[in-house]
Structure formats: structure tokens, C-alpha cells
């Protein structure tokens, strides 16, 4: 019997009212996640993966279409669905094991349990030694493992990152994704994670689904198969090689009409 | 070059500018001590400043110095625990209520430009001569920046961090004491120390206005006795007390934000 | 979620806000005349200490058709106008040598930002000594605390005019006056017209707590004299005049800098 999804999304439409007129920024989307599953939305500036992840998540609601996490309709937020936004998130005024605790002291755990789990997770992202730092006193690649260890304190069943690596540069977004990618091997941890970035979407996920320009639709599933653990070796093999290429030529098509669509309201007068 | 190493250059890069502005206070209270003997400036219009200094141990003593300190410091910490729960409490009324922000905010803008220790007659007349009518002074003084600070931390705080909360499903109430209180706090501070030092500012001046109280009555009344050096001692007594309020509370607000 | 039309509901309209806002100050404003009144006719305090609406707009209308008004406030009006013009300049040149000049700045930018915050009545005495008991002493108050907010406001915005604006004017080799003038004042209008809108400010403040303390003229004078005569009414009626000129004259110099930074623009 196959295995059933843990997230399903089905026939999101999401539009918002403008000043001339409104826009469609997500229209008739559907996919599953399965459980252990690491899943990628990729797709050009102004797809709309952003207005998804806020969907799936539950910020946002008055859409079209249903998501479901393990059989419950998704209503609005629900600590069972873990969110890493892209923005800076650590709670500047708590250390660094206060912020990974943080759900646990909402759940009412107590003093001692709480700072024992959150060190296990503060370790899980290779931050043990800086448990009784502040944010400021981090890189911006180590504030992002603290929200990220946080979100993982919280045990959801399906882990939701919105461009978590975006504010990063290179090196350090090569090394944090294979870190989430070790710690998502280790946990079984269902992830879904939005981005703009070819590489990262095929190094870390299992499949990738490629987002047309708005009005946002799947344009396209592709399975990676590719083997773990995805190792130097892996990224530099011929197979990954051609998914990269096989999802940009998707993605290419997407991103030229975004850039055409700018110049054209900017000729018109208006903001891009 | 480290960061620390960086900043003690620049410091140690002022200290000669910082030396040559003290010189030069000390060369212009020179001078004028000079002036005053040589009989170019009248000595019952500007004392000497010798005597001006050895003024300071008396007045200390004769004039209870510390009793007329923890005088004034009484009516400050008064004004500061109502600018606390008055001021910050209004201010997170005013976050809560948007309706009554809209109304209100610009109202309370006005009231931190307005003159409010001219009103200091009709505080007579309602608390008579005493300390209540000076803490209300510095309170009234105090209390718009401790509002509109307090409005602008809540409001300010990042859009992110209420996120965080609402996908963790936290009440109301978490939501403010978990995340906007703390948020907010460093903002809060900062009004608190604008309004309280209008507060002190407005408390030593009534004091010498209505001749009562600590610090500020002491100037009144060694004027009303012209006993010239006192004046200009306790007025030099007031000047450094104002210097190291102002940056005491600079310290404590630094040294409660620890993670900034 | 609903599973219905997906667009937004409209958010509530400009117009319906602004009326509701009204609504609430309209409102605000009635419950406070409305207790006013209630606390003045209950005979709970002292007889005149909350005087009831009518003896307070009696004593408005009083005063303002009174010449004496008119003439002590032409007094205070002066004195503060003068001590603006001195005490303003003289803030605005120390402001800009202190900002031009690293070495002149750290060595006394200090001692404004610690003498600044001081209760500056309190050298009242002095200005007596030094200038007498006549407007003199008053406008010297006035100068006093005048100049401290516009030398603060004018280094700090020296500070931050862009130097590509400043090696503009030396490579022209203007002369320091041509500089001040063409290439400093222009560049810094904002933090300069905000000082000055301290300065104002507190220049009114000093000047009309030293009418207070010693004078026979001018509005400080007309509230000391109010409170001595236990004249309520007629308190409450130049306070109500006092702060409403001075929040007027603030709201009045805060919309001319911004018309001037739009002209700017």
C-alpha cells in the first residue's frame, strides 16, 4: 500500500487585490510531500513560493484550494509545521540557548528539561560551546543554525524554510545546507524548502519542483535520484550535472519573462 | 587591526584635543581670577573663583549638601516610578488601541514640545509648597517621550519576529510578554532616560523657583543671602550633579542591553 | 481557511478612519470639559482651584480685549526674539566650528553635550548680577538656553554633509564666510531648522521662568502675579494662551522646514 502524503497541497489559488486591477500570484497549485521526504519549490522572483510558504504554513489565509499536514486541514498556524523565514529571527535578547528553548518553554516544559533538549539541538547544528552567546555575537550563517535549531526544538512534522541561506554567501550556504541536509538524513525530517538557487535545490533534495513565473503554477516535477550522502563526488558527477541543467532550461524560460514583465511596467510607468 | 585595539587608537588619538579643552577651561577660570584681583572685573558681580572652591567644603557642611541631595534624588525617583507605570503603561494603551494611537499620537507630540513647568503656579495652587507639586512637575515634564518611545519600540518591532510567534501559535499574551515587551525594551529605555532627565532638569528647576526642596532651593536661598561664592558653589553642585545624572543613566541604559 | 472567493476583503478606507479618529478626539475632548465641569460645580476642592468652564472663557475674553495683555506679551515676544537671535548665532557658529574641526570637537563638543541637559534657570542669580533686573537678565536666560540645542543640532550636521560638498568649495578656494553661507547652511537646513525649533523651545522657557522669578513686566510676570492675586480664572487663561501659542509657533517652524527641505527637493 503506498505510503500516504504527509503534506498535501491541493489547487492553491491565491490572488491580491491592486491598484489596477489584482494579481494572480499562485494559481491552481498542487503537489504531496512524503514523510522523510526533502522536497524543493524553486522558481524565478515573483513566482509566488513566498505567498506558498505562508500558505502551507498557515500565516495567510483567504486562499482557494486546501493544504492538509497528517490528515488536518491546515487552518492557520499549528506548531506541527515549522517554519525558518528568510529574515534574521533570533530573539536578539536571549542567548543563543534561550532561542533554541523558546518553543519548549511555550509547550510549559520545565527549566531543566528544556535547557537539556535545546542543548541536544543546539549541538545538532554544530553550535555547542556558543549556547550562552547573544545573536550579535554570531555570524549571520550561525544566527540562521539558531533559528533553524529552534525550529527542529519544536519536533514539527513537516519542516517549511523559506530561503533560509539567502542573507549568506556562498561558501557558507554550501556548508549549511550540507549541514541541514546531515541533520535532515539523521532526524527523517520532511522538509520543504523554497528557493531561488539551481545548486542548492538539486544538491540537498530528493525532488525539486520547478514553479512557472506568476501566475505561479508547477510547471514541473523532476525526481534527483541521485545517491547520499551527497558528497563532493556526488555534486561534481555527471548526473548532477545534467538535473541542473535540465532545471535551469525550465527556469531560464520563467525567469526572462519575470525580467520582461519588470521592463514593461517600468516603461509603463509604474514600479517593477 | 581588532576591534578593541581600533578603539582605544581612536581614544588614545583624543586625548589630546580632550587635554587641550580642559586646559582651556581652566586657563579662562585663570584668567578671570586674575582679572577679578587685578580690578578689571568687579568682584561683586563675578566672586573669585578661589573663593568660589573654598566655598564648596562649607556649604557642604553648613548647607547639608548630602541631606539636600537624597532631597532632590527622593523627588527624582518618585517622577521615575510614575513615568514607569504611567508613562510605559499609557504608551502600550496606545499600542494595543490603534484607534486611540491615531487620535492621540500627535497630541502627545505636541505635549513634548509644549512649556509644561510654566504650569508650575497652578501646580502651587493644587499641592500647595511641597515635594508633591515638584515630582508632579518632572513627571509631566517626563512623560511624552516616555509615551512615544514606548509606542514606537512596540510598533517598531520586526515583522519576522511576530511571525515567529504566530507560527508557534502563541496567545496574545505571550506574543506581548515573550516577544513585542522584549523586543520594545531597548526603546522603552530610551525613553525613560529622555523623560527622566526632563524630569530632573524641571525638578531643580521648580526647587529654585518655589525655594523648596534639595539642590535647586539651596541656589535661591544663598542668592537671597548674596553670599556670592555659595550661589556659584551650589550652582556648580547643581551643574555636576545634572553631569553625572545625565551619564549614569547613559551607563545604566547601555549596561541593560547587554545583547546589543 | 474558506474555501470561497479567494480575493482579500477590502481594508477599511481612508476616509471611514479619518472619521472615526475625529470621532474619538471629538469625543476625548467633551469628556474632559465634561468632568472639568462636574469637578468645578461639585464644590470638592478649594473654591477656585478648578474654576468652572464659563469663569475660565470669561477671563479668555477678558484678558484678550485687554491692551495690558497685549503689551506684556509684546515684552515676553521681544525678549524671547532677541535672546532667539543671539543666543541661535551664536549656537549656530559654535555648532559649526565644533563640526568643521575633529581637534576643536573632541575637545569641547563634551562639554555641550554634559552642559546641555541642565537645569539652566538656576544660573538665574548670575544673570541678575550681571545684567540687572530688567529684560536684560531675561533675554540673558533666554541666550543661555538657546544656544545649547542649535550648537548640538548645527555639529551634528556639519558632521554629516557630504564631504564631496565640502573639497567642492575648498577646490573653488571659497572663503570661510562664502563656505558658511553657499555650502554649510544650505547642506544642513534640516538639523539647523530643528535646532532651532529646540532652541525655540527652551528659549521661551527660560525666559518666562525668569519672569516668573523677578519681573514687572511680561506674560511670566501676568501667571506669578494670577497665583499671587489667587486669580484662578484668570491663570487658567493665560496658561491656556501660553501654550498655545507656544505649540502653535513649534507646529508653525516644523511645517516651514519641511516646505523648505520640498522646495529643495
Not at chain 1, 544538491?203 to 519542483?209: A, G, I, N, T
Not at chain 2, 488601541?97 to 495652587?125: Q, S
Not at chain 3, 506679551?73 to 563640526?99: P, Q, R, S, Y
Request: hydrophobic share 50%; net charge positive; with cysteine.
Amino acid at each position: 500500500m503506498p505510503a500516504d502524503a504527509l503534506l498535501k497541497v491541493e489547487g492553491i489559488v491565491k490572488r491580491f487585490a491592486t491598484a489596477d486591477g489584482g494579481i494572480t500570484a499562485v494559481d491552481d497549485v498542487s503537489f504531496d510531500v512524503m514523510p522523510g521526504e526533502f522536497v524543493s519549490l524553486i522558481g524565478p522572483s515573483g513566482c509566488g513560493k513566498s505567498t506558498l510558504f505562508n500558505i502551507i504554513g498557515g500565516l495567510v489565509g483567504d486562499y482557494a484550494g486546501r493544504v492538509t499536514v497528517a490528515g488536518t486541514r491546515v487552518t492557520g498556524t499549528h506548531p506541527s509545521i515549522g517554519m525558518v523565514f528568510q529574515e534574521e529571527s533570533t530573539f536578539p535578547w536571549r542567548t543563543v540557548l534561550d532561542n533554541v528553548a523558546f518553543p519548549l518553554e511555550i509547550a510549559g516544559l520545565g527549566k531543566i528539561e528544556r535547557a537539556e533538549r535545546a542543548a541536544h539541538f543546539v549541538k545538532l547544528v554544530g553550535l555547542s560551546g556558543f549556547e550562552r552567546r547573544y545573536p550579535s555575537e554570531l555570524s549571520g550563517g550561525m544566527r540562521q543554525r539558531v533559528a533553524i535549531a529552534r525550529t527542529l526544538a519544536s519536533e514539527p512534522r513537516i519542516l517549511l524554510m523559506d530561503e533560509p541561506f539567502a542573507a549568506l554567501d556562498e561558501q557558507t550556504r554550501l556548508l549549511l545546507g550540507d549541514k541541514v541536509l546531515q541533520i535532515q538524513q539523521e532526524l527523517k525530517q520532511t522538509t520543504l524548502l523554497i528557493t531561488h538557487n539551481l545548486t542548492e535545490a538539486v544538491q540537498l533534495s530528493d525532488r525539486v519542483l520547478v514553479m512557472t513565473y506568476r501566475p505561479g503554477k508547477i510547471k514541473r516535477i523532476v525526481d534527483v535520484g541521485l545517491p547520499h550522502p551527497r558528497d563532493a563526488e556526488v555534486v561534481s558527477s555527471d548526473a548532477f550535472g545534467h538535473t541542473v541543467a535540465q532545471i535551469w532550461s525550465d527556469l531560464r524560460e520563467e525567469a526572462s519573462r519575470g525580467i520582461e514583465d519588470d521592463e514593461a511596467r517600468v516603461r509603463a510607468g509604474g514600479k517593477p | 587591526m581588532s576591534a578593541a585595539a581600533a578603539a582605544s587608537a581612536t581614544s588614545a588619538s583624543r586625548l589630546p584635543a580632550q587635554l587641550c579643552g580642559a586646559a582651556s577651561v581652566l586657563a579662562v577660570v585663570a584668567a578671570v581670577e586674575l582679572l577679578i584681583r587685578a580690578g578689571a572685573i568687579n568682584a561683586f558681580v563675578i566672586p573669585l573663583p578661589s573663593q568660589v572652591i573654598a566655598a564648596i567644603p562649607r556649604i557642604v557642611v553648613e548647607e547639608h549638601i548630602p541631606l539636600r541631595f537624597w532631597q532632590t534624588s527622593k523627588e527624582v525617583l518618585w517622577a521615575a516610578l510614575l513615568l514607569a507605570t504611567v508613562g510605559i503603561g499609557l504608551g502600550v494603551l496606545l499600542y494595543r488601541v490603534r484607534l486611540l494611537r491615531l487620535a492621540t499620537e500627535t497630541w502627545v507630540g505636541a505635549l513634548a514640545a509644549a512649556p509644561i513647568v510654566l504650569l508650575f503656579p497652578l501646580f502651587l495652587v493644587i499641592f500647595g509648597r511641597s515635594a508633591t507639586t515638584i515630582v508632579m512637575i518632572g513627571f509631566c515634564a517626563g512623560l511624552a517621550p516616555v509615551i512615544l518611545k514606548t509606542v514606537e519600540g512596540l510598533a517598531g518591532t520586526r515583522p519576522v519576529l511576530i511571525d515567529v510567534g504566530r507560527s508557534l501559535k502563541l496567545t496574545r499574551r505571550q506574543q506581548f510578554w515573550k516577544i513585542l515587551l522584549p523586543a520594545a525594551l531597548p526603546t522603552v529605555f530610551v525613553g525613560m532616560r529622555l523623560g527622566l532627565v526632563f524630569a530632573m532638569i524641571n525638578i531643580v528647576g521648580v526647587e529654585y523657583l518655589i525655594n523648596f526642596g534639595g539642590l535647586g532651593q539651596l541656589v535661591n536661598d544663598l542668592a537671597e543671602r548674596y553670599d556670592l561664592p555659595g550661589t556659584y558653589g551650589a550652582i556648580l553642585f547643581v551643574v555636576l550633579t545634572s553631569i553625572v545624572f545625565f551619564d549614569l543613566t547613559e551607563r545604566l541604559e547601555r549596561w541593560l542591553r547587554p545583547h546589543r | 481557511m474558506a474555501a470561497a472567493a479567494p480575493v482579500i476583503a477590502a481594508a477599511p478606507s481612508r476616509a471611514s478612519t479619518a472619521r472615526r479618529v475625529l470621532a474619538v478626539r471629538v469625543a476625548i475632548v467633551l469628556a474632559v470639559l465634561a468632568a472639568w465641569q462636574a469637578l468645578a460645580m461639585s464644590g470638592l476642592l478649594f473654591r477656585d482651584v478648578v474654576p468652572p468652564l464659563q469663569a475660565i472663557g470669561g477671563a479668555l475674553v477678558a484678558l484678550l480685549g485687554r491692551a495690558d495683555f497685549y503689551a506684556n506679551l509684546g515684552v515676553t515676544a521681544m525678549e524671547i526674539g532677541i535672546a532667539v537671535v543671539i543666543g541661535g548665532l551664536a549656537g549656530l557658529a559654535a555648532g559649526i566650528a565644533l563640526g568643521a574641526n575633529r581637534f576643536l570637537s573632541n575637545a569641547f563638543e563634551a562639554l555641550l553635550l554634559y552642559l546641555g541637559p541642565t537645569p539652566k534657570i538656576v544660573f538665574f542669580p548670575v544673570m541678575l548680577m550681571w545684567f540687572g533686573t530688567g529684560a536684560g537678565s531675561k533675554i540673558a536666560m533666554g541666550v543661555v538656553s538657546c544656544f545649547f540645542p542649535v550648537a548640538i543640532s548645527a555639529a551634528a550636521g556639519m558632521r554629516e554633509i557630504d564631504a564631496v560638498l565640502i573639497r567642492v568649495g575648498r577646490s573653488f578656494r571659497a572663503t570661510t564666510w562664502k563656505m558658511v553661507t553657499s555650502i554649510y547652511l544650505p547642506a544642513m537646513r534640516q538639523p539647523v531648522v530643528n535646532g532651532f525649533r529646540l532652541g525655540l523651545g527652551v528659549a521661551i522657557i527660560g525666559t518666562l521662568l525668569a519672569e516668573t522669578k523677578l519681573s514687572n513686566k511680561g506674560l511670566g510676570y501676568l501667571v506669578i502675579q494670577a497665583y499671587a492675586t489667587f486669580d484662578m480664572p484668570r491663570m487658567y487663561a493665560l496658561l491656556i494662551v501660553l501654550f498655545v501659542l507656544s505649540i502653535g509657533v513649534n507646529a508653525l517652524i516644523g511645517r516651514l522646514g519641511r516646505g523648505d527641505r520640498r522646495a529643495i527637493a
